[in-house]
């Protein structure tokens, strides 16, 4: 058997082997069985990591005011984290 490990996963992950979906995952441990997709040879691997939405507010709040979604309305998300603050780590960690 053949095991892919994603080891820490922030947030989630979609993992698709030889263009087989093996699913999403967002829970430990983040262990795929991917022995019935392996073959001899070359194989493709593709992981789609989504992101916090957070995340993308920050980084959305640190933009240029032109660069604005919604023009002139920059404390519209004040009340669920700090504009400046931290990003948290997200992807394959």
């Known amino acids: 058997m053949f095991f892919l490990d994603l080891g ?4 989630m992950a979609e993992v ?10 967002w829970s430990r441990p983040y262990l795929i069985d ?4 392996l073959k001899p040879g070359e194989n493709t691997l593709e ?3 989504t992101n916090q939405w957070t995340n993308r507010l920050i980084g959305d709040e640190q933009l240029p005011e032109e660069n604005e979604y919604v023009p002139g309305v920059r404390s ?12 948290k780590a997200t992807g394959l960690v």
């Open 8 to 11: 820490a996963v922030e947030v």
């Open 16 to 25: 698709i082997v030889n263009g087989v979906n093996k699913g999403i995952f």
């Open 34 to 37: 991917v022995t019935d997709v």
């Open 47 to 49: 992981i789609k990591v």
């Open 76 to 87: 519209k998300w004040n009340c669920c984290f700090e504009p400046w603050g931290y990003q």
